[in-house]
């Protein structure tokens, strides 16, 4: 029904930027939330952002002020936008789509992509 491709993800060293992108097609309504989440070996997979159509984000602590989450719903498209990358960041990092089932239901759907890497470099 809705599929995720990400793209960006790579090797870069600490202190660089990635500009990760995801698009989303399939049966995309206007209201949902996308997100970034990332799982690092021997860890569980976190939170790092999430926007919802309305505009309002939520970051994890260890990316704020860092990371910046932003979308272009006109394109299903959401991207996170990393600078100054530590170590600690490399990951595989996972697209995410929450949305109602059909409009005027209230249950949800949520999707996620195959993941890209980063890894970052000391």
């Known amino acids: 029904q809705v599929q995720l491709v990400e793209s960006g993800g790579g090797l870069v060293q600490a202190g660089g930027s990635l500009r990760l992108s995801c698009a989303a097609s399939?049966?995309?309504?206007?209201?949902?939330?996308m997100g970034w989440y990332r799982q690092a070996p021997g860890k569980q997979r976190e939170l790092v952002g999430t926007?919802?159509?309305?505009?309002?984000?939520n970051y994890a602590d260890s990316v704020k002020g860092r990371f910046t989450i932003s979308r272009d719903s006109a394109k299903n498209t959401v991207y996170l936008q990393m600078n100054n990358l530590k170590p600690e960041d490399t990951a595989v990092y996972y697209c995410?789509?929450?949305?109602?089932?059909?409009?005027?239901?209230?249950?949800?759907?949520?999707?996620w992509g195959q993941g890209t890497q980063v890894t970052v470099s000391a």
């Open positions: 995410n789509v929450r949305q109602r089932v059909a409009f005027g239901t209230t249950s949800e759907s949520e999707y």
């Open positions: 926007i919802a159509s309305v505009g309002s984000t």
């Open positions: 399939g049966l995309i309504f206007t209201i949902n939330t």
